[in-house]
């Protein structure tokens, strides 16, 4: 079992949780991630870390609830427990050896971008962030991504805060304005992350993507995760959860990738449904 | 006394009914159905069945104290070579290995010493469990990672000579293989657990939710005083076959479609972890996890199974009992048969269509049997032009496994063959000074017992490492 130590509402629908897990706090490198299950009879659900405290002994995740894991988990509060939290899986982000570099996070993903942003900083890069939402109540840790850039962008799709639009067009403004960066790292929606990776490609510029597939074991057990990469015109399969969760942009196979996310859509949202229902009905009693 | 000439039968759930419910197949012999099946057992002075065994269980001895009615004496001789007689009574391919050997089996039908060694562990578990006696500690501690068949098994000879052993695994529950992957009809999940509790009696303490590799490494757990490591970590990593239209949605890895099932219990009415039930399924391989993914398929209510395999009946390496009840419950076979292609719906008009990138069909070859391989196995070989497409909306991967590659990668020194299997002696010793491995990270994916039997061999080495007889 695993003590919840802190709880925080980032606003409506997205959540921070600080967990206990020594073991896997003093590990715990940005860009890595977690499975944990809520309860005896869960499903095994992957999270990535936002922030890990060896000394403390916890790692924190952000999630947003949108299905029955998240909306169980969000009814956590400190000092009540999960049954499992397995980690940190995944190779981190490489974040060494980097001078210039663009980190762009879509709406949830931020919370993955800013400890990405954070290591690329310490280890000496100049940092452009470009973080986007749908509108200005869904914003997530934007001081948090200003104090850690040198350059910072803050986008909305309805524009009620910051820019109006989205992370491609300030991207597409900088590099065609001549900026060169190493590399640009992005987490967030698929079809964000493709886009990037589109607006970059013209120009050449790295791009390295966090991928989320929906997996279960998280070791390279069940083969779940598989993304295909494409390589000198051949098709590469790998392992999200071993050889990733960070993959060459310009080689992942984005279309294939978000079809497989849609696999089980119709069980989710019956899944989110029954377990909004009893929420409620424990509530009435 | 005339020799009944045939095995007693095995009682099982009628094969309707079965195929729908996820209950145990096999029933179990009775007791006076036991004690007849014993009295074949001709005694032999040479025990051919012991050399038949991976763990040399006292097959003789044992068969001889249920023919008088001693049961808990033979369970007691069991347990002196095997830390999982319910296990091996179920799963383990005795047409291959004791039975094989047994003298009788040379006019008749062998002893049926697996469902012997069934029952006398079934008995001593149903029976009030007499206080299990914790070793005087002999001051060592071993670290056991994975916590299969032969973690367990290693674990379990460790802590009956008084070392202090824990055992990572990296999953939320202890079993490895027998619980993610063999199906509760043909190993209940209470006599894992049961033989788990048994192994925790002892004094073995098992941790969960910890991946070496990644949550410590084998060289921490030195530093944290373990004097020995046993690496029983499994051959984890699905093969696939490298066609086209293996991402489609409905092509699942047997590895995956089985731990959703099992582990994450998803044939419950009301899952938390979906699974495809519906509709064609073809399972592609034909071994005892093609088998097992076959029939989970049927009860997960399946309308049609199919199991797709490139050689013929003969070659079909699963264990005979598991092919023929999968005959019997209506899986149907399709031999000498290899997939070339994976088809998927494609709506090109409607990008937003729900039913893009779900499986449609599989396009297979016909094969015909060729020169004999380097192991004897006459190659299969593809017919020119005898391509033809069946229905089937999941397809379902069996093709075997690989060792994971995780513990290899975080531990300096630790060497490797070419297909990723750890390196080890006759002892059971790796290329790094106390670590040991077996199992199927070792030689790949390979049988129950065979794991056993390596993880009683390293148990041994560790024992003479310091001197413990």
Known sequence: MYRIINRKELNRTVTMLEIEAPLVARKAKAGQFIILRVDDDGERVPFTIYNADPERGTVSVIFQVLGATTKKLDQKRPGEYISDFAGPLGIATNTEGKKRVCIIGGGV??????????????????????????????????????????????????GSYGEHGNVCMPLVEMLGAGAQFDEIMTVGPMMMMKFVVEAARP???????????????????????????????????????????????????????ISRNRMYVDFERRAYENTCNLLRKREEL | MSIIPKKHEMPTQSPVLRSRNFEEVALGYDEETAVSEAERCLNCKNQPCVTGCPVHISIPDFIAQIKTRNFEGAYQTITRSSSLPAVCGRVCPQESQCESKCTLGIKFEPVAIGRLERYAADRHNNALQSEIQKPEPNGHKVAVIGSGPSGLTCAGDLAKKGFAVTVYEALHTAGGVLVYGIPEFRLPKKIVAKEIESLKALGVSIETNIIIGRTLTVDELFDMGFEAVFIGSGAGLPNFMGIPGESYKGVYSANEYLTRSNLMKAYLDDPV???????????????NV???????????????????????????????????????????????????????????????????????????????????????RRRPVPVEGSEFEVDVDTVIIAIGTSPNPLIKSTTDGLEVNRRGGIIVTEEGLTSRAHVYAGGDAVTGAATVISAMGAGKTAAKAIMKQFGIE
């Open chain 1, 109 to 158: 993903g931020c919370a993955i971008a800013l400890p990405i942003a954070r290591a690329f900083r310490k280890n000496g890069a100049h940092v452009t962030s470009i973080i986007g939402f749908r509108s200005r109540e869904l914003i997530i840790l934007r001081n948090e991504f200003r104090a850690c850039s040198d350059v910072f962008r803050i986008m909305t799709d309805d």
């Open chain 1, 203 to 257: 120009y050449r510029t790295p791009v390295t993507v966090s991928m989320n597939p929906i997996m279960i074991d998280g070791t390279g057990m069940c083969g779940g995760c598989r993304v295909t990469l494409h390589r000198n015109g051949e098709r590469i399969t790998k392992f999200a959860c071993v050889d990733g969760p960070d993959f060459n942009g310009y080689e992942i196979d984005f279309d294939e990738a």
């Open chain 2, 273 to 287: 972890t979906p699974i495809m039930k519906h509709g064609k399924v073809a399972v592609v391989g034909g071994g």
């Open chain 2, 290 to 376: 093609a088998m097992d993914a076959a029939r989970t398929a049927l009860r997960l209510g399946a309308e049609k199974v199919y199991i797709v395999y490139r050689r013929s009946m003969e070659e079909l390496p699963a264990r005979k009992e598991e092919v023929e009840h999968a005959m019997e419950e209506g899986v149907e076979f399709r031999l000498l048969t290899n997939p070339v292609e994976i088809l998927g719906f494609h709506n090109p008009d409607v990008p937003r269509d729900e039913r893009n990138g779900f499986v449609t069909s599989m396009r297979c070859i016909r094969m015909e049997l060729g020169e004999p391989d380097e192991k004897g």
